[in-house]
RNA sequence: GCCGGAUUAGCUCAGCUGGUAGAGCAGCGGUUUUGUAAACCGAAGGUCACGGGUUCGAGUCCUGUAUCCGGCACCA
């Protein structure tokens, strides 16, 4: 007998061998009907499978919030079934549900091609229609892999192969279709429903390793009723509004163009941006405790030798030569630099921790497929620093880093959606203990600041793990703004030292790190997460003071003098046109704060405002304008210091979340 | 780098099965002096990404290259 736990709190006895099914029936003929998936202490299970054991219990519907994926992972069987059928001899290899929708991997010679979407999705349809009974079987092992073998599915075989010998071999039946598969599935194809939509072919390496062959992506998306459906279409069409491609035209902030595939041009509103965006970060530095400095672009191979950079990134490195034979490269990072100005003269215990930093540009060959906007770019200027300390004053730095980073994010009103720890990869320098060691810092550090890491396994740099700061764009692709990396290499390659207390030489750990990445990727980012429209201190023009006749001409020209006086970025509009369209433009244009003068306004000294995204006017004397602006437009930084109040920030952020 | 798709005026896009290019907005010239999201008139603007080919004829078909877009891989 199992014991099962309803929601409701009651608790009913079964047979051994009872199946969500038998129970739903118990209940309700209606519940079996509806029944697509059960709930076993958390974990899901088929319908007509019997119970493994009694515990809390669930019978899941359609709606339910926990079918989704189910409903997802079946909608990417459908659709292998429907391209086996339409395309005889396309191997499938995996095809998992992911967030907001799914995707199959298929091996085939010949490429799909957009075209063939259509062709699938029609022929997923009627697959539903079929409504073809999907069941569970649990197989032999080696009889598995002669079967898959011999069908040719040679992907299916190696994946059972690989399988650990404790798990059970399942293999779900789908009409007559069948795939190795772990499950859960809904009871039939019906239930998969028509509110899927194939979305992209995309190549994808099998086992995400490029060593191995491309196989043919589909990606899909898939949703509970044609109505999400049609949300998260537009919801597409919303985000795609606010890439910061478009934006940056829109608004001039700048362009990029053939010659310099990954070079920015940025213009004068772009580059009022960056500099706003540079002068408080470098406050925030200050104020941390770091000294900021330059090194040289171009550095002698030499140099690049002995840091270790030539051997494994020559490659992507910007190599040039010199009349006279030397060869030179170009900066891809600053740290060999920061450790020149470390070690020039002696440096004691009493220096540490020694907090380095630099607006850098960097130069690195990314590969071209990578290129992406502001995001990924050949050429960016990292906020780069390099914390030289002690080995017992990692954790305190680390923290107290994650904590500036937090504040500053928070301050240009980024969400962060999480914080990896990216672990010892394969290839790697030092020791297991060394890792063991790094590790468990970079962890307990991350918990002292309040953060629980999510482990990316393998993924830390060749010379120590590190913790990425995760933010999202517009729709919802996660760009790294902010490192920081534990590094005992460099100190070492490139023989840095300092005087401790007892007169003997050491060696200083390094911490490489970033709060903005790049400032390039960062103002990408910013950029999408306000959709163009910044909040006053970051508006590259907070203001423009707009006539209604040319009477008031001289007016404008007055105010806009006393607002920029006030420290305020200031244009004025005197053109030949209806205040309505001046209104509209500087709208469209998201211009923070539009102060309207005409005849009446001239007469008395005022002016009368009227703020993005509100239709109302403020009508203020000149002098009370500037002032309110003025404060208005401090960072915040600034304005914590100056008025001891938290952001002054009239305009909300608008969350790139909402649009993920 | 790999797989798919795209490339037509400054921008956003039309251009059916091949018959030598079209709109809206912006820009320019004029008229209009206007009170909070688009005043009116006019003229102009294109080697249809670039190269080769098929054809009597190519923006349209084939092919190569470049760049961009969506993924994959990469990201010190």
């Known amino acids: 007998m199992i014991d099962l736990i309803f929601p409701d709190g009651s608790q009913r006895q079964y047979e051994d061998g009872a199946t969500g099914r038998s129970v739903a029936a118990s209940i309700a003929k209606s519940l079996e009907k509806r029944a697509v998936l059960i709930k076993l202490d958390g974990k899901l299970y088929d319908l007509d499978r019997a119970l493994p054991s009694g515990g809390v219990f669930e019978i899941l519907t359609r709606d339910a919030p926990e079918a989704l994926d189910t409903i997802r992972h079946d909608a990417s069987h459908v659709m292998a079934e429907a391209v086996q059928e339409l395309f005889p001899g396309t191997q499938v290899t995996i095809g998992p549900a992911i967030e907001d929708g799914f995707y199959y991997d298929f091996a085939r010679d010949t490429p799909f091609s957009t075209d063939d979407l259509a062709t ?121 509004k606010r890439d910061h491609r478009k934006i940056g035209r829109a608004m001039d902030l700048f362009h990029m163009q053939e010659e310099g595939r990954g070079m920015v041009f940025w ?21 941390a405790g770091y000294q900021e400095v330059r090194t040289p672009q171009v550095l002698d191979r030499v ?46 215990y009493r220096d540490l921790p020694l907090r380095m930093a630099e607006f850098g540009a960097c130069h690195r060959y990314e590969p071209s497929g990578s290129l992406h906007g502001l995001m990924r770019v050949r050429a960016f200027t990292q906020d780069d620093a390099h914390i030289f300390c002690r080995e017992d004053q990692i954790e305190e730095e680390t923290a107290n880093f994650i904590e500036l980073a937090s504040s500053i994010h928070a301050d240009f009103g980024l969400t962060r ?110 950029i999408e997460n306000y959709a163009g429209a910044f909040p006053l201190w970051l508006a590259p023009t907070q203001v423009v003071v707009a006539t209604i006749t040319s009477d008031a001409n001289d007016y404008a020209l007055q105010v806009a003098q006393e607002l920029r006086a ?54 203020l004397s000149l002098a009370q304008a500037a002032k309110t602006l003025a404060l208005e437009a401090l960072a915040p930084d600034v304005a914590r210091s100056t008025t001891g109040a938290a952001s002054v920030s009239p305009r909300e952020p608008v969350g790139a979340r909402e649009a993920g």
């Open 267 to 287: 213009h004068e509103k772009g580059l009022t941006l960056w500099r706003t965006v540079e002068a408080y970060v470098r406050r925030r530095l200050e104020a």
């Open 120 to 240: 699938i999705e029609k022929r997923m349809k009627e697959i539903v229609d079929r409504d073809e009974p999907i069941t569970r079987e649990v197989w032999n092992r080696d009889e598995a892999i002669e079967h898959f073998k011999s069908i040719g599915e040679a992907y299916k075989a190696e994946i059972i192969s690989d399988l650990p010998e404790s798990e059970e071999i399942t293999v779900y039946r789908q009409g007559a279709w069948k795939d190795l598969c772990l499950g859960p599935h809904l009871p039939s194809t019906k239930h998969v429903g028509k509110a899927f939509k194939l979305t992209k072919v995309a190549g994808a390496y099998w086992r995400g390793d490029h060593r191995n062959a491309q196989l043919q992506r589909i990606y899909g998306t898939a949703w509970a009723s044609e109505a999400d459906l049609e949300a998260y279409l537009l919801r597409l069409e919303e985000a795609e």
């Open 303 to 348: 140099f690049w030798e002995k840091s270790g950079h030539w051997e494994k990134y020559r490659p992507n490195m910007f190599v040039c030569e010199t009349e006279e034979g030397e060869e030179l490269s170009l900066k891809p990072m600053n740290c060999p630099g920061h450790v020149q100005i470390f070690k020039f003269g002696q440096k004691s």
């Open 417 to 526: 959606d999480h914080i990896t720890l990216a672990t010892r990869p394969e290839v790697r320098a030092g020791s297991d203990e060394f890792w063991d060691k790094a590790e468990a810092q970079m962890l307990s550090a991350a918990r002292k600041a309040g953060v629980e890491p999510v482990i990316a396994e393998g993924d830390g740099a060749f010379y120590a793990p590190k913790l990425d700061f995760v933010l999202k764009d517009a729709i919802g692709r996660t760009w790294v703004c902010g490192t920081i990396q534990l590094d005992y290499v460099l100190p070492e390659r490139l023989d840095a030292e300092y005087v401790a207390e007892d007169g003997s030489k050491q060696r200083p750990v390094m911490l490489h790190r970033a709060i903005c990445g790049s400032l390039e990727r960062f103002i990408g980012v910013l």
């Open 566 to 619: 006030a420290g305020l970025r200031v244009e004025t509009d005197l053109r030949n046109e209806k205040i309505n369209y001046k209104i509209r433009e500087h709208s469209l244009g998201k211009t923070p704060v539009i102060a309207v003068v005409g005849r009446r306004e001239a007469e008395e000294g005022k002016v009368a405002l009227r703020r993005f995204g509100s239709d109302g006017q403020e009508i």
